[in-house]
């Protein structure tokens, strides 16, 4: 019960201060913090880009974890519509001259319509099922992406044209970096509305459990689609925005690896954790960068942390660690 | 017919090394309800260690045993120092924490191996049989044997030793087993063991065929995770025959339809399966308490 | 807990001093490389990142360029195009490099053209497909041959056994598709006619299926297999094992003495266009290419008792160009770049590089051999009057 929402939930102990630092708008402005203090501590370009990778990530892993923390449901094919995401803003401008930002709309319209279409008979499915047919879908999508050369370039890839705002060409990896930053920001804002919602609360009761929940009438069908098709829709901009900020694209983006990846971030971050979804992003994304000192021997390293964080965070950084603060406290 | 036959000698070979490695998976989710992702690492090292024995001077059917009995230390090295301590987290947990192992081990095998691509001699040369128009490699009928051999010595334990029913109990139910005397931890540990042992073996008979390298793990745990749940997942005769059907498919989809969609035919056909049989083939639906 | 902080914050204090002491001591001109040292293409990165370590070690021993040590910042991408971007702004204002080696990959390649581009760093790739130096962009040069004069060799050894009717078999990963499609151009212009396409994925270990096809295809009179890494082997392997009679082209993508050891016997009578590198021992003491492929080879297989790749020979040939042009502009990274594309007879592994502003590679055909596999070793085929 108590490991979707460790980050809202109430210290009893800590008294009003724990009550204020419980509420969304506190959850905003730890992350809100987060995303504007670094920078002044940045010495060159390369820590914004960095950033900005991981904002725009955790836009993804944010999605996810509603799908997987909230609504209890494991997918590992989400790298799918990430690359969805990227490819439309890379196709769509470039070959029939649709603005950017229109095509990040279609790719979000086109994602949620391929959840909504491949969730109503996946869904049906429980646990590893769900898992192996969502993998399955999400390699389709990469097979496809690599495969047909005259439209996506291959497994080479194909430049993304710059998004141009008012005639001003969003560029460098400063820029991106609050708009990464503000975009997760504004998707945390929705996902903790969401989990707030009477939709949230069906959610949780289909993770605890599908058949008390459908018991007690909650239209389970329905709103596990829902919240795949919500992740969906987040993964889809995620990758548009990292599409953008890259210039290029490759089927990569879409590949097994990255579907694993973005599922390691949330189960390390926290399930039930909206800041738990930004803080696992943090950790896969400068983790191998603040590694490379041990050249050869990183993936070793890398592996064994995450080994390691799972064993003594098994909840996830940001529960344990919240549950342990509120053990002491 | 000839080209049908080809196909099939081609499904059946790569199936039976799914199926190993989907045995793997059931195995180790029967006694303890984890995916191990680390399942096409045990292949990678069997198939390492037996190359790099060799190459330092060690007799091959010699090495393939040392390769054999070091992957098994590691299967148990990785329930005793990464899954025992994590004992109680949720599934997800586990399963990440697999995939931290095999990252691991990759890690390791890039460096204490090399990244280069080896082989292994065929144990009965590689002059090409014909079978009614189609060329077979001897060592195909290895593999297909070798996977024979070890589906019937898990059917003779689980069926003819008290401790293999003691494992048995232990998946049906970890709690009444525990109640009825069986050391779970224990059964636990030993079915990471045989997960181990069956993967290099594995590794050893194919890497005559297939070539190995540190990272041919990744795509062997993918396919061979798909295979067991196409099987049913927990259910071994499941895993085998989901691996097999896996392999033709690839093979059959290569040969009439599309060489290019090959491994989407396999994926297609899984989620068609899946979606009329929502528990694989051999699975049986799981009642929820609440 | 304020303890256990301070020692952290004393410990990167202490690291960082050490690092500017380094740095103040000798002044040092910073190269970097992106390679792909783990992952898909990890047979492209591993021996590149020896060579460049290997060499940028004697160049130092040696005194180093115009009196400067060379410092050498390598990072591993993995293959992923995402990854090198991110390490490629890392090498260039983080690290600050002068100039940088590697991208062993297309894909990893074109994602982080625009910013060397951008910063105007020398880039001087290890990717193969033509589409990076065509167009010509400024700082974007490649040292190995493009997958389209690999096709044209080998259709001109067809040209020469008069056989126009052949089939494809590629790897579906960025190397083979680019080289299909690049033959499939070509083709026309030898009166080559591409009858049959079969592919397979990276990481496949049996194309029995595929090569059925082609054996039973009528008409096919030769095998093309645009491939690297293990699929070649086992292509080749299968291909014995079939018994399929046609001749056997393998690509520049095999590219070690070891795809002889791992496709064994079944490698006898494959024909592939590859550098000099390959039969170093074999050139006859006028080739002016000898004494450096001599020399390479042997620096190489004592150094990692590996034998030599010709992907190891790009990493030296990038890095050698790189060093002539730091000699001769200083570490100023446009004066570098200028000197680069000033590059004229310089004797690389893979052949004569003449740079120009149109041409960023500078190689030509000559600069591929046609080699044929006898008795599990290298045979040069005479090329006659072409």
Known sequence: ????????????????????????????????????????????????????????????????????????????????????????????????????????????????????????????LRGHYLAVATLGFGILIAMVLTNEQWLTGGPDGMRVPRLVLFDWPVRGSDTWYWIGGGAMLIAAWLALNLVDSPTGRALRAIHDSEVAARVIGVDVARYKLAAFVISAVYASVAGSLLAFFDGHITPDAAGFLRSVELVTMVVIGGMGSVVGSVIGTLVIVVLPQTLTFLSDYKHIMVGAFIMLFMIFLRAGIVPSLAALVRRRG | MAEFLQFAFSGLTVGAVYA?????????????????????????????????????????????????????????????????????????????????????????????????????????????????????????????????????????????????????????????????????????????????????????????????????????????????????????????????????????GAGYISSQYKDAMAFIVILAVLFAMPNGLFGRTRIERV | MAGWTRRVFAGAAAAALMAFGASAAQAQIKIGAVLSVTGPASFLGDPSKKTLEIYVEQINAAGGINGQRLQLIIYDDGGDANQARTFATRLIEDDKIVAMVGGSTTGTTMAMIPLFEEARIPFISLGGAIQIIDPVRAYTFKTPHTDRMACEKIFQDLQRRRLTNIAMISGTDGFGASMHDQCVAVAPRYGVTIAHTERYGPRDSDMTPQLTNIRNRQGVQAVVNAGFGQGPAIVTRN??????????????????????????????????????LLVASMLPDSDPQKSVVVNYARTFEQKTGQPVSTFGGHAYDGLMILVEAIKKAGADPRKIRDAIEATRGFMGTAGVVNMSATDHMGLDLTAFRMLEIRNRDWTIVPEGGS
Request: proline share 5%; net charge positive; glycine share 12%.
């Open chain 1, 1 to 124: 019960m108590t490991s979707h929402s460790p980050d809202i939930a109430a210290p009893p102990a800590a008294g009003l201060l724990a009550r204020l630092a419980s509420g969304k708008l506190a959850v905003l402005l730890v992350l809100a913090l987060l995303v504007a203090v670094p920078p002044l501590f940045f010495p060159s370009g390369f820590y914004y880009r960095v950033g900005a990778i991981v904002w725009i990530l955790a836009i993804a892993t944010i999605g996810l974890n509603l799908l997987m923390g909230f609504a209890g449901q494991v997918s590992l094919g989400h790298a799918g519509f990430l690359g969805i995401g990227a490819y439309a803003v890379a196709l769509l401008p470039s070959r029939y001259g649709i603005h950017g930002i229109a095509a990040m709309v279609i790719g979000a319209a086109l994602s949620a319509f391929i959840a909504w279409v491949a969730g109503r008979p996946i869904l049906r």
């Open chain 2, 20 to 252: 190993l490695v989907a045995l793997g998976f059931t195995l180790i989710y029967n006694a303890s309800d984890v995916i191990n992702f680390a399942q096409g690492e045990f292949v990678m090292l069997g198939g390492m260690a037996t190359v790099f024995l060799s190459l330092a001077g060690v007799p091959v059917p010699l090495a393939a045993l040392i390769a054999v009995a070091a992957t098994t230390v590691v299967g148990l090295a990785l329930y005793k120092l990464a899954i025992d301590p994590a004992r109680g987290a949720s599934a997800v947990t586990l399963i990440i924490i697999t995939i931290g192992a095999s990252i691991f081990l990759r890690g390791v095998a890039s460096i204490v191996f090399d990244k280069r691509f080896h082989s292994l001699p065929h144990w009965f040369g590689d002059r090409p049989l014909t079978v009614a128009g189609a060329s077979v490699l001897p060592q195909s009928l290895v593999v297909l044997a070798g996977a024979l051999v070890i589906v019937v010595l898990l059917w003779a334990f689980f069926e003819r030793t008290l401790f293999g029913k003691a494992v048995l109990a232990t998946a049906a139910n970890r709690v009444a087993a525990k109640l009825s005397g069986i050391d779970t931890g224990f059964v636990v540990g030993f079915s990471f063991a045989v997960s181990a042992a069956i993967g290099a073996v594995a590794g050893v008979l194919v890497t005559p065929i297939t070539l190995t390298s540190f990272d041919v793990g990744t795509l062997l745990a993918l396919k061979g995770f798909a295979a067991a749940m196409l099987g049913g997942m927990g259910h071994p005769v499941g895993a085998v025959v989901g691996g097999l059907v896996v392999g033709l498919l690839e093979a059959f």
């Open chain 3, 239 to 276: 291909y014995a094992q079939l018994q399929v009679p046609h001749p056997l082209y393998q690509s520049h993508g095999v590219a070690s003495k070891q795809f002889i050891d791992l496709a064994g016997d079944a490698a006898n009578g494959v024909r592939l266009p590859a550098s000099a």
